[in-house]
T-cell receptor, first 113, second 119 residues
Framework: DIVMTQSPDSLAVSLGERATINCKSS????????????LAWYQQKPGQPPKLLIY???TRESEVPDRFSGSGSGTDFTLTISNLQAEDVAVYHC?????????FGQGTKVEIK | EVQLMQSGAEVKKTGESLKISCKGS????????IAWVRQMPGKGLEWMGI????????RYSPSFQGQVTISVDKSISTAYLQWSSLKASDTAMYYC????????????WGLGSLVSVFS
């Protein structure tokens, strides 16, 4: 089974600054036949279901602001929120869909400093 | 518009049975798999299992195998998650979500069904 580990568990960032969240998989989630990383990122605000932000590690879902970006390959991935806004306060989750059982990271809470 | 309508909050006692539902609309119900995801209070997301409405093929996370049953009635575009004997540790929010068979990330989620189990 693939274990997803996020770091840090929480971070506080000033408005307008950058937030960086890391996600590490216990084995590679890069499918070499199509050169795609099977990783998604979700944003979850209090009292709401998760919302898909990014898939294939770096493809932004439609209508997601371009201050959200994903990068990385193999086992190490990053979600970057540039120019942090107040509405970005949330918990962020990574998920691998490379193999069953699917798995999520433990979540990273982003707050305003 | 894609919608996943989940059944309402439930308050149960330990040992009782329960079946919650997720009704899909606004898309071809048999084209997308349905996943169930647990979120215990203050905790992260846990994938429980998936079902393919086209053929009812079902896969469970080892953590939930034998603990729950996932089923579907494609005639009414509804998926189900059921327990035969609830435990206090089943207290959680349960989400359904849809994805593609080959690429199961989840672009659409239900609002969740809150299950509270008391002894």
């Amino acid at each position: 089974d693939i274990v997803m580990t996020q770091s840090p568990d929480s971070l506080a960032v000033s408005l307008g600054e950058r937030a960086t969240i890391n996600c590490k998989s216990s084995q590679s989630i890069l499918y070499t036949s199509n050169n795609k990383n099977y990783l998604a990122w979700y944003q979850q605000k209090p009292g709401q279901p998760p919302k898909l932000l990014i898939y294939w590690a770096s493809t932004r879902e439609s209508e997601v602001p371009d201050r959200f970006s994903g990068s990385g390959s193999g086992t190490d991935f990053t979600l970057t929120i540039s120019n942090l806004q107040a509405e970005d306060v949330a918990v962020y989750h990574c998920q691998q869909y490379y193999s069953s059982p699917l798995s999520f990271g433990q979540g990273t809470k982003v707050e305003i400093k | 518009e894609v919608q996943l309508m989940q059944s309402g909050a439930e308050v149960k006692k330990t040992g009782e049975s329960l079946k919650i539902s997720c009704k899909g609309s606004g898309y071809d119900f048999t084209e997308y798999l349905i996943a169930w995801v647990r979120q215990m209070p203050g905790k992260g997301l846990e994938w429980m299992g998936i079902i393919y409405p086209s053929d009812s093929d079902t896969r469970y996370s080892p953590s939930f195998q034998g603990q729950v049953t996932i089923s579907v009635d494609k005639s009414i575009s509804t998926a189900y998650l059921q327990w035969s004997s609830l435990k206090a540790s089943d207290t959680a929010m349960y989400y359904c979500a849809i994805g593609l068979r080959s690429f199961p990330y989840f672009a659409f989620w239900g609002l969740g069904s809150l299950v509270s189990v008391f002894s």
